[in-house]
């Protein structure tokens, strides 16, 4: 939780604590937000009285369930399955689907608590849900990535459809998993419809859905610079991961003029002076999504690249030392501590954009907001994403197919808006210029409206 001199703050997370122990990346997630809301909650006594926030943190439905598959030598392998269906106040819940050996009910609960604010920032109508398992696809068959894919959701289809829940993908869940997910839904309801997102664009998919958050972040990025009078023209970037939205946050820098020289994976980092340009990013992507190799084989090819190995006992991450003007952290939740924050501060850097989620630690935020870095968290910075699964779940309902040209000039138009909202809600409570403070306030705004007006339930 960040610093708060706010006895209410300290008893509310206390509270819930003691409520959900053990439940650490759930608490960092609410501790972010419940210290913006309390002059909001000041001015509308009557959502103290209903209880609003007491509500908001609580999930309406949690599913756990076991998933038994059958790997390539016959094994039977047992994992668990999940979804977090947190709120549905403004519209069905949309969330991704994480298969990742790290997923617990916490990481979900802390996902599912975010994305309630993320989608109510679209101006999208679409709640807030995330679901996964702790199946590590990684190293895996296609033949078993299908398997458990189907034993997934042969229990997750009972609780999810197009207008009650409709899941999309995140780490671990791409294009292939999407596939094998939706066969085994339409095989089991005999139904066509909307109920997963990222689906190939030859089945009802959209265009610029695989770009959506790697390019929102950076359009977000761009919106602040040019509040405070700027352009990414010429900047030097920082960019963490090398997957999906790191590579397009890449390919949006490039458009716009900026200059990144760096990505990562869990052996190490990159970083090339000369910039990653578009002939380098497609290296890169033909590394990493049809080889799946590893990021130090960047610098075979590219020699004035160096490679730097991930150190697992470091107390920092010196991606995060390279001088640059501003960083997109890409890859993880909490890949940014208060060294890491410090360093980029020390060596330059104005402007934060996060294309993961909640990839700063609270300490490093802190450091971000002291020293008036432009810092757009994640729940506004990377809701790209998840705007344009609301958009193609738009054009399945209506058999629709926009143009890319379409669709990424709604994308756009969204990502100001939700600078726009996130700067007046920040100023209307007394936090001028605070994107994260803005941004939590604006997302609560409208949900807590549809709380109140729905009734105790």
Request: with cysteine.
């Amino acid at each position: 939780m960040m610093k708060t001199d706010s006895l209410w703050v300290t008893d509310f997370m206390q509270r819930l604590e003691s409520l959900t122990p053990h439940e650490t990346a759930f608490h960092q997630a609410v501790g972010e937000v419940v210290p913006s809301l309390e002059p909001v909650l000041d001015r509308h006594p009557v959502w103290r009285n209903e209880r609003i926030l007491e509500r908001l943190v609580e999930p309406e439905r949690v599913i756990e369930f076991r998933v038994s598959w059958v790997d390539d030598a016959g094994t039977v392998q047992v994992n668990r399955g999940y979804r977090v269906e947190f709120n549905s106040a403004i519209g069905p819940y949309k969330g991704g689907l994480r298969f990742h050996p790290t997923v617990d009910l916490s990481v979900l609960k802390f996902l599912g608590f975010e994305q309630i604010f993320k989608n109510a920032l679209t101006g999208q109508p679409i709640g807030g849900g995330k679901g996964g398992s702790n199946f590590d696809p990684k190293g895996r068959s296609d033949g078993e990535v299908m398997r458990f894919c189907q034993a997934f959701m042969s229990e997750l289809f009972r609780h999810i459809g197009p207008d009650t829940d409709v899941p999309a993908g995140d780490i671990g869940v791409g294009g292939r998993e999407i596939g094998y997910l939706f066969g085994q839904y339409k095989k089991l309801t005999n139904t066509f419809t909307g109920v997963l997102t990222g689906r190939s664009t030859d089945w009802g998919g959209s265009l610029i859905r695989p770009e959506a958050t790697g390019y929102g972040a950076v359009y977000f990025a761009a919106e602040m610079l040019s509040a405070n009078g700027s352009s990414l023209e010429g900047k030097r970037c920082l960019v963490s991961g090398s997957g999906n939205v790191a590579q397009f946050a890449v390919e949006k820098l490039n458009h716009l003029g900026a200059k990144p020289v760096t990505l990562s994976d869990s052996g190490g980092f990159i970083y090339d002076p000369d910039g990653i340009d578009l002939e380098k990013l497609a290296f890169v992507q033909d590394l990493k999504n049809n080889r799946r190799g590893r990021i130090i084989e960047y610098v075979e090819k590219y020699a004035n690249a160096e490679f730097t190995p991930r150190d697992r006992d470091a107390d920092h991450n010196p991606l995060w030392s390279v001088p640059a003007d501003a960083a997109f952290p890409c890859a993880t939740q909490n890949e940014i501590n208060g060294i890491d924050a410090a360093n980029l501060v020390a060596n330059g850097c104005r402007l934060v954009s996060e294309g993961a989620n909640m990839p700063t630690m609270p300490e490093g935020q802190d450091i971000f907001r002291e020293k008036g870095v432009l810092y757009g968290p994640g729940k506004a910075a990377n809701a790209g994403g998840v705007a344009v699964s609301a958009l193609e779940m738009a054009q399945a309902s209506s058999r629709n197919f926009w143009s890319r040209e379409e669709v990424d000039r709604r994308l756009g138009g969204i990502m100001k808006d939700i600078h726009a909202q996130s700067l007046a809600a920040a100023a209307q409570y007394g936090r001028t210029g605070d994107y994260l403070d803005g941004s939590n306030i604006a997302g609560f705004l409208k949900v807590a409206r549809a709380m109140h007006d729905q009734g105790v339930i």
